[in-house]
């Protein structure tokens, strides 16, 4: 009981400062314009004196409300029954406190705007208007009063729908109910054999690229403009990846590699300052092959150095790269400041590439290759040297490892790849300049590789899905959405601390065991 | 007799210390020969210099007759001498088995293109070297535990998982270093038993380290002291249980001289 009320109060605590961020950011008066969108109801009903506006940011409060309720009523872990007078009362705290915290806020803001200060001097999406909004038009006492009775009501509503009311529990009857039906459905023949059959992973693997491959037809230029930038970001994440998450070199200049990738195509297929003007099939590759050379030229000398002091020579790296190119002494080379214009596109059987749906295909199937490419090397002899090195460089070389060739090769195929990205990014946006090329792009790959979990191939989708995608999905609240964008990192790296997803080893004993058709082994010795 | 391994005035020098001064050992194929010595006394400098993480100023390392100075710590590896280390240091995030094909690195070939291509023949080799490490998983007595973590496994497990590792390499020399640290008298009986079994079965020359006199005295045919990284004594268990110069090293001048006393009391 003590617990409960422990978890109660935590539960009313969190959800109340996060309301109270959201309203100070501006969220609670645009969130009922987005859930307007959502479904459409732009008039909703106004009743009891409100505007639609006010209707539906308390709906928008009301789930939150309901949420803090459910999550402050939530069963203990090793807990088997479910009695129902504490899961009420856990709720009706929960609510109370935020109740408590969001009416104090409404007091306080609401007084302030009484005496015309001008709060949205300091917090910009604080206007009178939004203030007088968010207290349904009253005076700050029957607002603070009102989100009082709003969120311990909302709360206790959260607590009785999350177990229900009755003999048995939501929560215990669903929990239970999930498993046996998944179970059962599993242990269906023919599901068993669906399951157990090596295509039909296939299968759906080939649903899900096709799916993929319809995307760009739907999504409009600017939506493709940033799936593409995602996915070259994919590219880079997973280059990276092989550096950092499986050898465990900090690279932190790897946007060098990706620069030079880029000015390779930009070079040779624009028509000025170089005039060379080669098709971008002869450049591509050109532009991967410098990308991996330069990567073996830089990693002769420095991958003798450890941890931060390779990352510190790595990064002025990177820097030199940028500084070259916006150099005097460059200038009638590369441009300059400048940048370099008009680079060449892709031409297919003489269709010159022109829609964004063109290079989100082509930057896909870039992706799908650099996929394969890091599956196969990730899960053989050069995979398995990279991580034991990452793992303990020491032990690594009297395993019979030569660290500093496989270091090179990290390094070299991880320039590859950033060489790739670099070189279909240029020709994507058929201009490139030194601005493409600050260190942040090296910190936000590095950032895509541990958000998404190191060593992980999904991690790495999942991390540049999430550092470059929501960045556009917020938006909405213009700058306000870097503020928001820290706080999900932070629960975020809070939650998950190995990446949303982390590797995975691979089952190697068992899989022989079906491979030879001997019976798995009794398990032994698993004490922990 | 074949010999396995024979320094020569091996020599190692961090600045003034003379950390392994001049010391001679002959090690003959498929016995079973321990250095000991009081802590610091040299042992793991050389280890160190056998297999290639120190370069030592004077002498020489044969393996076979082969000079192994000037070699690295893989090309060692490749000759056939591999090692454990006395604080336990396994790929901890890998997995039980991958640990153990990290070990086989040397024995395979596969390059990196194969690896992208999945030729025939890479192919075939990945799968051979997984069934080997099955084995090995087998032959140390961790069938189950193969796709675990290695840092989740129980301590005497890694113990025995790093020799496996070591294993995969297809050593003829093994080098053990304090292989029974921390365990209880039972663990300690049973590696005692499996150290014989390396030997026995799989025919490797094993060197040891190792500070538990039981062990020592137990399964070594010979037996070399180390103090201040001269070697002060070789022989065999009895030789050297009798030997003044070992007791005076380990216990002081003192006891050396009061021999007698110390043997008769209880220990």
């Known amino acids: ?528 | 007799m074949i010999i396995a391994l024979e320094t020569k005035s091996l020599t190692k020098q961090f600045g003034g210390l003379t950390a392994v001064d001049s010391v001679d050992l002959t090690i003959q194929e498929n016995s079973i020969f321990s250095v000991i010595g009081p802590n610091g006394a040299g042992k793991t400098t050389f280890y160190n210099c056998i297999t290639g993480f120190y370069t030592p100023e004077v002498g020489d390392v044969l393996f076979y007759g082969k000079s192994l100075v000037g070699l690295t710590p893989d090309q060692v590896t490749y000759q056939g001498i591999s090692r454990t280390y006395q604080n336990i240091r396994l790929f901890a995030n890998m997995s039980a088995i991958e640990n153990i094909l990290v070990g086989e690195h040397s024995r395979i070939k596969g390059s990196w293109v194969e690896a992208i291509l999945h030729t025939p023949r890479v192919v075939k080799e990945e799968k051979q070297a997984v069934v080997r490490a099955r084995e090995l998983l087998n032959f140390v007595g961790l069938v189950g535990l193969g796709d675990q973590l290695a840092r989740n496994l129980p301590y005497g497990a890694q113990r025995r998982l790093e020799i496996a590792r070591a294993l995969g390499s297809q050593p003829r020399l093994l080098l053990l270093d304090e292989p029974t640290a921390g365990m209880n008298p039972h663990e300690t009986t049973e590696m005692m038993h499996f150290i014989r079994r390396l030997r026995d079965e799989l025919r490797i020359t094993i060197l040891l380290i190792e500070h538990d006199m039981r062990v020592v005295m137990g399964i070594s045919e010979r037996i070399a002291v180390l103090d201040y990284g001269a070697k002060i004594a070789e022989g065999t268990p009895a030789e050297i249980q009798g030997n003044p110069r070992v007791i005076e090293a380990y216990l002081g001048s003192g006891a050396a001289s009061g021999l007698n006393d110390a043997a008769t009391q209880p220990a």
């Open chain 1, 1 to 528: 009981m003590k617990k409960q009320f422990r978890f109660a109060w935590s539960a009313g605590v969190t959800f109340g400062i996060v309301t109270i961020f959201l309203f100070l950011i501006g969220f609670t008066s645009t969130s009922g314009d987005l859930l307007a969108d959502l479904f459409g109801n732009k008039n909703a009903a106004s009743f009891l004196g409100l505007t639609p506006q006010m209707v539906n940011m308390l709906i928008f409060l009301a789930l939150v409300g309901l949420w803090a309720g459910s999550y402050g009523s939530r069963k203990m872990k090793g807990q088997t029954e479910d009695p129902w007078a504490p899961a009420l009362v856990g709720g009706l705290i929960a609510g109370l406190v935020h109740g408590i915290l969001v009416g104090l806020l409404a007091l306080l803001v609401g007084i302030l705007n009484l005496h015309h200060l001008p709060i949205n001097m300091y917090l910009a999406a604080l206007l009178p208007p939004v203030i007088t909004m968010f207290l349904l038009g009253g005076s700050p006492i029957q607002g603070a009063i009102f989100y009082l009775v709003f969120f311990t009501l909302t709360g206790f509503l959260g607590g009785l729908l999350s177990r229900g009311v009755g003999r048995g529990s939501w929560r215990g009857r669903a929990s239970g109910n999930w498993k046996n039906t998944w179970d059962g459905f599993n242990q269906k023949p023919l599901i068993k054999q669906v399951r157990g059959n090596p295509a039909s992973r296939y299968v759906v693997y080939g649903v899900l690229l096709v799916l993929l491959f319809l995307v760009p037809l739907v999504a409009g230029q600017y939506w493709n403009y940033t799936i593409g930038t995602i996915f070259i970001y994919v590219l880079l994440g997973l280059g990276l990846n092989i550096v950092v998450g499986l050898a465990g070199l900090l690279d932190l200049g790897y946007v060098a590699f990706f620069a030079i990738g880029a000015y390779t195509m930009a070079l040779l297929t624009a028509p000025a300052p170089q005039h060379i003007m080669w098709s971008f099939w002869i450049a591509l590759p050109i532009g991967v092959v410098l990308a991996a050379l330069t990567g073996l030229l830089l990693g002769a000398p420095v991958l003798r150095l450890r941890g931060d002091y390779l990352a510190i020579v790595t990064l002025g790296f990177g820097e030199i790269i940028r500084l070259l190119s916006t150099s005097d002494a460059m200038t009638s080379f590369s441009g300059g400041p400048k940048g370099v214009p008009s680079i060449g596109g892709p031409i297919i059987f003489g269709h010159p590439f022109n829609s964004g749906a063109d290079y989100v295909w082509l930057i896909f199937l870039a992706a799908i290759l650099i996929i394969f490419v890091t599956n196969r090397l990730q899960n053989s002899r050069v995979g398995r040297a990279w991580e034991a090195m990452r793992e303990d460089e020491t032990v690594s070389r009297a395993m019979g490892i030569n660290t500093l060739t496989q270091k090179l090769m990290a390094f070299a195929i991880g320039a590859a790849f950033a060489g790739l990205g670099g070189a279909l990014f240029a020709s994507r946006n058929q201009f490139t300049g030194p601005e493409d090329f600050t260190f942040m792009v090296s910190v936000n790959v590095v950032a895509v590789v541990i958000v998404g979990g190191m060593g992980s191939i999904p991690g790495v989708i999942a991390g540049a899905l999430v550092l470059k995608g929501l960045p556009e999905v917020l938006r909405e609240l213009q700058d306000y959405r870097v503020l928001v964008f820290g706080a999900l990192l932070v629960v975020m790296m809070l939650w998950r601390p190995a990446g949303i997803i982390p590797s995975s080893r691979r089952k190697m004993e068992v899989e022989v065991e079906k491979d030879t058709g001997v019976t798995e082994p009794p398990k032994e010795g698993g004490e922990k």
